[in-house]
């Protein structure tokens, strides 16, 4: 009797395994999915990485006002010595959003090294964009990985990948933005 249990129990175990592995095919397929769309995602937040752009150049540079207004934003997150700002340049990635005209890049030292900053203008105003804002919780957690296991580090950095912002509204191409480009000459 007790080998017809044990039998009886082998067959209950096979056909839970072949269940199993049919359902852990599914999962390993939904699986591998996500891992793509992530990788689309991650490659994406790599080309977007802030950093300097010199072109193409908007037509007026920045005024004082903008400095000020750059300056200001720029407290919350960097020292207050700028290093440089650099030349506006127009248009935006679509991850921005359909309002971002402008971007700009500033670098301040900090004490151990320097540190930059990209800058959108969205609705007339200069705010860290939603790519910059990624970044920093990126680097956020990035620096915080020591304090992690392995496991929920990763599992941390998947959802923030998941959360990288998306494209709304119409892309437009930076050479045909014409927000910011005046109609009529200045006058010298």
């Known amino acids: 009797m007790r080998s017809v249990s044990i039998l009886a129990m ?18 390993l397929n939904a699986y591998q999915s996500q891992a793509r769309k992530t990788l689309r995602i991650e490659k994406r937040a790599y080309e977007l990485r802030p950093q300097r752009r010199d072109e193409p150049l908007r037509y007026l540079n920045i005024s004082d006002y903008e400095v000020r207004e750059i300056q200001l934003v720029a407290e919350k997150y960097l020292p207050k010595v700028l290093l440089n700002i650099s030349p506006v340049v127009t248009g935006c990635p679509c991850e921005e959003g ?19 900053l990209q800058m959108s203008r969205i609705k007339d105003a200069w705010v860290i964009g939603s790519v910059q804002q990624w970044w920093l919780k990126h680097d956020a957690l990035s620096a915080s990985s020591g304090k992690m296991t392995y496991v929920k580090y990763e599992s941390a950095m998947n959802e923030l990948f998941r959360d990288f912002p998306s494209c709304v509204g119409e892309l437009v191409p930076a050479e045909n933005t014409t927000a910011s480009t005046p109609t009529t000459e200045p006058k010298k």
Do not use: F, W
């Open 10 to 27: 082998a067959l209950l175990l096979a056909a839970s395994a072949s269940a199993q592995a049919q359902l852990s095919r599914a999962e």
């Open 98 to 116: 359909p309002q971002c005209t402008d971007q700009v890049y500033i670098v301040a030292e900090t004490a151990q090294s320097s540190k930059g």
